[in-house]
Structures are given as structure tokens and as C-alpha cells.
């Protein structure tokens, strides 16, 4: 084979490789959209009024998560199965971004950590890398840093709308998570940064509370309830 023969073979290859890379994008960029609209319903919860309302803006969300399960079907198809992490990267933020929303709404179901096998389920994604197309460990530990993020908005917030309670069990929430994340060793530079946010997320609630606690508001919260 010529040296302008081989060069042509390669050109074809990098041209098919591009071709996929923006059938990738474009599907993407429906992820994107739908993920903006699940955190526009998400972020009324910040609002005095939606924060009494949280279970019709979670069911509303998770209506939204079944039309990212038909996206990500079509994902799967603009690329052979055992190249995942060759293109992982067009889609891995869109990722953690659902798993963070995933996260979010079981948060405020049940104020309870989804687990990575939940996420997966709510996207219509495999666990294991053996099956393609996954839900990666790291991109699930990045939504859930993130998630850290807004619950301790949440407790300002909650502050706000009258209700002393939140923010003290978030504050556990939280105090769990960060244990939780001291156990593993992290190696991933981005994911070990961003882990080190969660240190100013927890002091940021740790203060609300604190707040709380001297102005004897926790109590009274507290005997509002038992009533």
C-alpha cells in the first residue's frame, strides 16, 4: 500500500470517528436540555411554597427521567458497546448531573442516600461495565459531591421558609456523607477536588444549625412537632 493510500484509510477512519462523535453530541445536548428541566422543578423546593409541595415537584421529575431513558437508549446506539470509555467523556457530565438530580429527588423522598444501583435503574443504565453502557462509580460519587452542594443551600433555604428542623437533619445527612467519603482513598484528581468542597459544605450547615441552636429555634421546633 502507498504511503497516500494508507493516509487515505486513515482519514476515513478519523472521518467515521467524527461522525459518531457528533451523533453523540446531539443526543447529548437533548440530555442537557431535559437535565435543566428536571433542576428547574428541583430548585422550587428552595422556595417557601415548594418546599410544602415537595412531593408533586419530585413525581414530576421522575415523569422527566423516563424520557431520559429513551435518550439514553438512543445513546446507546450511536456507538459499539465495548467503546464506551473511548467516548465517555461527551457524556460523562451530563451523567453525574442526572445522578446529582437522582440523588436529589430520593433525598427529598426520603431523606435517604441513593444508592448506585438506584441511580442506574432510574436512567435505564447497567451497573457493571461487563454490560457497555454504565453508570460509572466515579461519575456516581461526583453527582452525590454534588448533591452536597445543594442540601446545604437547602438549609439556608429552609431557614427562610419557617422550618428549623431540615436543616439539623441534613446536617446528620451530610456528617454521614462526609464520613462516608473519608473511608475511600481517592486517586481521581477531579473527584478528589471536588470531594475536598464537601469540608466547606458541611461547615456551611454546621453554622446554620449553630445559629439555630442559639437562638433556641431547634427546640422549639421540636415541641411544635411533638404537639
Given at each position: 500500500m502507498s504511503v497516500p493510500d494508507m493516509f487515505s484509510n486513515i482519514q476515513g477512519f478519523l472521518t467515521a470517528d467524527q461522525d459518531i462523535?457528533?451523533?453523540?453530541?446531539?443526543?447529548?445536548q437533548v440530555l442537557e436540555q431535559t437535565a435543566r428541566e428536571i433542576l428547574t422543578v428541583l430548585q422550587?423546593?428552595?422556595q417557601p411554597s415548594g418546599l410544602k409541595d415537595?412531593?408533586?415537584?419530585?413525581?414530576?421529575?421522575?415523569?422527566?427521567?423516563?424520557?431520559?431513558?429513551?435518550?439514553?437508549?438512543?445513546?446507546?446506539?450511536?456507538?459499539?458497546?465495548?467503546?464506551?470509555y473511548r467516548f465517555h467523556e461527551l457524556w460523562r457530565f451530563v451523567l453525574?448531573?442526572?445522578t446529582f438530580l437522582a440523588a436529589?429527588?430520593?433525598?427529598?423522598?426520603?431523606?435517604?442516600?441513593?444508592?448506585?444501583?438506584?441511580?442506574?435503574?432510574?436512567?435505564?443504565?447497567?451497573?457493571?461495565?461487563?454490560?457497555?453502557?454504565?453508570?460509572?462509580?466515579?461519575?456516581y460519587l461526583a453527582g452525590i459531591l454534588?448533591?452536597?452542594?445543594?442540601?446545604?443551600?437547602l438549609a439556608v433555604n429552609s431557614v427562610t421558609a419557617g422550618d428549623y428542623g431540615r436543616p439539623l437533619r441534613i446536617s446528620n445527612f451530610i456528617n454521614e456523607l462526609d464520613s462516608g467519603f473519608r473511608l475511600?482513598?481517592?486517586?481521581?484528581?477531579?473527584?478528589?477536588k471536588r470531594y475536598d468542597g464537601l469540608k466547606y459544605d458541611v461547615k456551611k450547615i454546621e453554622e446554620v444549625v449553630y445559629d439555630l441552636s442559639?437562638?433556641?429555634?431547634?427546640?422549639?421546633?421540636?415541641?411544635e412537632e411533638s404537639k
Open positions: 462523535r457528533e451523533d453523540i453530541k446531539k443526543v447529548v422550587t423546593v428552595h415537595i412531593p408533586s415537584k419530585c413525581l414530576r421529575a421522575r415523569e422527566l427521567f423516563s424520557t431520559v431513558q429513551i435518550h439514553i437508549g438512543e445513546l446507546k446506539k450511536k456507538f459499539p458497546v465495548e467503546q464506551y453525574q448531573r442526572f436529589f429527588v430520593v433525598y427529598l423522598e426520603s431523606e435517604s442516600l441513593v444508592k448506585r444501583e438506584e441511580v442506574a435503574k432510574i436512567l435505564g443504565v447497567e451497573v457493571s461495565r461487563v454490560n457497555g453502557f454504565h453508570l460509572d462509580l466515579e461519575d454534588t448533591l452536597a452542594s445543594e442540601l446545604s443551600r475511600l482513598n481517592l486517586k481521581n484528581d477531579p473527584l478528589r442559639i437562638r433556641g429555634l431547634v427546640k422549639e421546633q421540636e415541641a
